[in-house]
């Protein structure tokens, strides 16, 4: 979110600086006239922040009306002298709902304020998304909706191939190169059973898939093995005591037990050594993580990985989730756009159509789509010892996409 503050006060400017990660555009500004001369070059801003005790010869209420006039989508904080009804019902007319006074507003409480109206922004945004988004399905079978939608399929197909072509040539991709691999997405939506079947397709690599989903911790009991029962001082030097062989391949570590100290709480650095420690150890290592994102060591193991796996449901409901989630990694956590593969899990028949997904997540490499199969609850019951066909060769298309397998001399 942008924003610009005109109080005649450069302090409250400097600390949204400080201590935010808003982009504060310029330093405070001192005279009406100037908040029309910054909103005419950016009129991207989002938030003002403006006081009625602010010089110049426009007038406080002629000054809204302008500022409106320039941008009609932008927020306004008010900062008035004093409690005046007659001011504050025309702000109210003018769209104007956050109205403060100068010895009733501190700091940190302008600070809470706007963290709410940018999350009521966000919330805007995706409504608007989903809204647009129904409007299209609703439309699909009109003729100009279905000719738009081929000419973006062949726009995107193209800009999938060339990005796929600078992936490969600046890959970090290579086959000979240690890989994390994080699974990712909302609550549900699979991802325990993905990492699993994923680790379990992989040929002919040594692979350690780590269960760090502190919530359901299900991979020992897909692969229905048992968790190391002896919890006591583990360490960097002895973290192998915890190791769980799966097969041949695959070694399996149930992460949870160790990502605590004395007093419960997670210690963030223990991600780090526990990567560290491994990967040479290993040609893939997998991660299963929990949906949360309140937690410092999900933010770690996604900068850490090189390859982010998230799996998203083609309906309105897990859109809108999708779209949260991906905003924070993105934009608070800065994690890398280009890491992130979307993958479509339990796909059906009522799924939303192709076209549009791929319109909604331009922005990220498309993996493709896991079908929802009646088949999965049999492969949990059997331990993965007998892996369906068909879900197979969607996995070893995936597996083909992200050249995690050294690929077959024509």
């Given at each position: 979110m942008k924003i610009i503050t005109a109080l005649e006060n450069p302090k409250t400017n400097e600390k949204l600086k400080k201590e935010t990660n808003f982009e504060v555009i310029g330093n405070d500004i001192q005279y009406q006239e100037g908040v029309i001369e910054i909103l005419e070059k950016n009129p991207e801003i989002n938030l003002i922040i403006i006081s009625e005790l602010l010089s110049g010869q426009i007038g406080f209420k002629r000054l809204i009306e302008k500022i409106k006039l320039i941008n009609k989508n932008i927020e306004i904080i008010a900062i008035l002298k004093n409690e005046n009804e007659e001011t504050k019902n025309y702000l109210i007319s003018k769209g104007v709902f956050n109205i403060f006074y100068n010895n009733k507003i501190t700091n940190n409480e302008l600070i809470n304020k706007i963290n709410k109206i940018n999350s009521?922004?966000?919330?805007?945004?995706?409504?608007?998304?989903?809204?647009?988004?129904?409007?299209?399905?609703?439309?699909?079978?009109?003729?100009?909706?279905?000719?738009?939608?081929?000419?973006?399929?062949?726009?995107?197909?193209?800009?999938?191939k060339i990005k796929n072509k600078i992936n490969l040539k600046n890959n970090i991709n290579k086959i000979d190169k240690?890989?994390?691999?994080?699974?990712?997405?909302?609550?549900?939506?699979?991802?325990?059973?993905?990492?699993?079947?994923?680790?379990?397709?992989?040929?002919?690599?040594?692979?350690?898939?780590?269960?760090?989903?502190?919530?359901?911790?299900?991979?020992?009991?897909?692969?229905?093995?048992?968790?190391?029962?002896?919890?006591?001082?583990?360490?960097?030097?002895?973290?192998?005591?915890?190791?769980?062989?799966?097969?041949?391949?695959?070694?399996?570590?149930?992460?949870?037990?160790?990502?605590?100290?004395?007093?419960?709480?997670?210690?963030k650095n223990k991600i780090k050594n526990i990567l560290e420690d491994f990967l040479g150890e290993y040609e893939l290592i997998i991660i299963d993580t929990t949906s949360e994102c309140f937690f410092d060591y999900t933010k770690e193991i996604l900068e850490r990985s090189d390859i982010i796996i998230f799996l998203a449901g083609a309906n309105l409901t897990e859109l809108k989730k999708s779209k949260n989630l991906l905003d924070i990694y993105i934009n608070k956590w800065k994690i890398d756009r280009q890491k992130i593969n979307i993958l479509f899990n339990k796909d059906d028949i009522n799924s939303i159509d192709n076209k549009i997904l791929k319109i909604l997540f331009s922005d990220f490499n498309i993996l493709g789509k896991i079908k929802l199969n009646n088949k999965f609850n049999l492969i949990i019951n059997n331990n993965l010892k007998v892996i369906n066909k068909k879900i197979k060769k969607e996995f070893e298309k995936i597996i083909k996409k992200l050249h995690l397998e050294e690929e077959k001399d024509e």
């Open positions: 009521d922004i966000k919330e805007n945004e995706i409504n608007e998304e989903i809204k647009n988004l129904k409007k299209i399905i609703l439309e699909k079978n009109n003729k100009k909706i279905l000719k738009e939608n081929k000419i973006n399929k062949i726009f995107l197909k193209i800009k999938n240690n890989k994390i691999i994080s699974i990712v997405g909302t609550n549900g939506i699979g991802k325990s059973i993905f990492s699993s079947i994923l680790a379990k397709t992989i040929k002919n690599k040594k692979i350690l898939l780590i269960d760090f989903d502190i919530f359901n911790q299900s991979i020992n009991s897909i692969f229905n093995v048992k968790r190391i029962s002896e919890r006591k001082s583990i360490t960097n030097n002895n973290i192998n005591n915890l190791i769980i062989k799966i097969n041949k391949n695959i070694n399996l570590l149930c992460a949870t037990d160790i990502l605590f100290d004395g007093e419960n709480r997670i210690e």
